[in-house]
């Protein structure tokens, strides 16, 4: 999904760890960031709790690099540690925004990451102030440390709940105190977020790949609306106040965000992937020599459209693989030329031949148009565009940064019309219905808004005026 990678960004990546043991935690949390980095490319942190301190280290880029020199090695043992990985959906990309949140207060020492966007920050924020608070971050994970210490009475969790009865939004969050570890996921589980245990450890992680990479085995979902308390006491639950009857997580997760290897509210992302390809070849078939996916999330519908079609899986595109998820870069002049640099045609496999290309989605169509030229370039006679998803037709204000109209080539233009635009000889999308069906296995109902404007939230609720159509 080339085109949603060139043009929305992805939020966040989280991860916590409460070990029985005074251990070296912030290498588990490192792991668990490594597998998540592809939630967030801009910055990355690492907090430890240990007697009654809380340490920490945060830098801007990959995990990788941001804790390579020694960064890592410096962090101390303890038996609590919480991770973060950003993309910026507010707030700009410097490091001064970088998570966790690292704060002191009524509860003692606390930190906070969270994964999603809350749409009544402005709101809470102004409040907080008029209450004497002072910000040093233009980060909604801040305003949730802020706004859980005014209302705690020195009990976390009970500042914590009273926070989630405030808050608008999407947030999958991991808190940390000097003794216990909180998992909370907003009342209507945009966000994912999980349970892992080893044999000394419970783990809670934005996908079950980061369970796997630290060795830790899936317990299960955090529910929508659940706050877990992980303590010396062991795992506890409590539940917000009015928790929607319908879960309504971003389906954009099946369909491009989550890494294929994750199993999100009880299913495969791979599946949903591998379904959402044969759904296509059924519904949309179309004569043609070959078929591919854009590297490397649409390889598997492209696998899966080969398998109902009978169109044979060959590569048609070559990609970099030491270029990172382009849309993770923010500054968009960085973008713009990003693509030649990423892939490349394999032209012995194309010249002469009709081809199907399949991606997760399209956004503003700049990057489609592209490809679909540089197949054309290395010599197919025809290509034919195939969509893992709906058009996108509205912007999305909960975690994902499609802010506007204007952004989107399908808010104004019909299959035919994109077509046209892209340069390609066919073009179609799933529906709606379609897509509901590739994830039928999850037990989650979904949230569709950027495909047919039905956001969980109502349009009045959010602080933009960014939902109106252009
Ligand atoms: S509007 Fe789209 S991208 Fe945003 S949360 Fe809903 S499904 Fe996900």
Avoid: W
């Amino acid at each position: 999904m080339d085109e949603i990678q060139d043009e929305i960004h992805e939020e966040c990546g989280v991860f916590g760890v409460f070990s029985q043991e005074n251990r070296n935690v912030a290498h588990t949390v490192y792991y668990g960031l490594y597998a998540l980095q592809h939630r967030g490319q801009e910055s990355a942190g690492i907090a430890v709790a240990f007697a009654d301190k809380i340490t920490y280290f945060k830098g801007m880029g990959l995990a990788a690099d941001v804790f390579s020199h020694g960064a890592l090695d410096e962090l101390p043992e303890g038996d609590i540690a919480i991770g973060h990985v950003r993309y910026s959906t507010t707030g700009a990309s410097q490091l001064l925004n970088a998570q966790p949140v690292v704060f002191t207060g009524k509860c003692g020492k606390m930190a906070v990451a969270h994964n999603g966007n809350l749409i009544n920050t402005k709101q809470l924020r102004q409040e907080l102030i008029r209450n004497n608070a002072v910000f040093q971050t233009a980060i909604d994970s801040e305003v949730i440390a802020i706004l859980i210490n005014s209302l705690s009475d020195g009990d976390i969790v009970q500042g914590v709940k009273r926070a989630c009865a405030k808050l608008k939004g999407s947030y999958a969050l991991v808190i940390m105190t000097a003794n216990k570890l909180i998992a909370v996921r907003d009342p209507f589980g945009i966000r994912p977020l999980c349970l892992g245990t080893t044999d000394s450890d419970i783990v809670v992680a934005s996908e079950t790949c980061a369970l796997d990479a630290v060795g830790a085995n899936f317990l299960r979902d955090v529910k929508p609306g659940e706050i877990v308390i992980i303590d010396d006491g062991g795992v506890k639950s409590e539940f917000m106040d009015d928790i929607p009857a319908q879960a309504r997580m971003c389906i954009f997760e099946y369909v491009y965000f989550a890494r294929h290897d994750s199993i999100l509210d009880g299913y495969s992302v791979y599946e949903a992937r591998k379904e959402a390809g044969k759904l296509l070849a059924k519904y949309y078939p179309v004569e043609a020599d070959l078929v591919s996916g854009v590297p490397d999330s649409a390889n598997v519908a492209a696998r899966g459209y080969a398998e109902v079609s009978g169109v044979p899986f060959v590569e048609a595109l070559a990609k970099n693989r030491y270029v990172g998820r382009t849309f993770i870069q923010p500054d968009q002049r960085q973008r713009e030329n990003s693509l030649n640099v990423k892939m490349n045609a394999l032209r012995a496999n194309i010249r002469g031949k009709r081809v199907i290309i399949i991606d997760d989605s399209i956004v503003r169509g700049t990057t489609m148009r592209k490809i679909v030229k540089m197949l054309r370039d290395a010599g197919a006679t025809e290509v034919h565009v195939r969509i893992c998803s709906p058009i996108i037709k509205h912007p999305c204000h909960l975690g994902i940064d499609i802010q506007t109209y204007s952004q989107l080539i399908g808010a104004y233009r019909d299959e035919e019309q994109i077509c046209k635009s892209l340069g390609a000889d066919s073009v179609r999308y799933l529906t709606v219905e379609q897509l509901l069906k590739t994830c039928e296995g999850a037990h989650s109902g979904f949230c569709l808004g950027c495909f047919n404007g039905e956001y969980p939230y109502p349009p009045e609720e959010y602080e933009t005026d960014k939902l109106k159509f252009e």
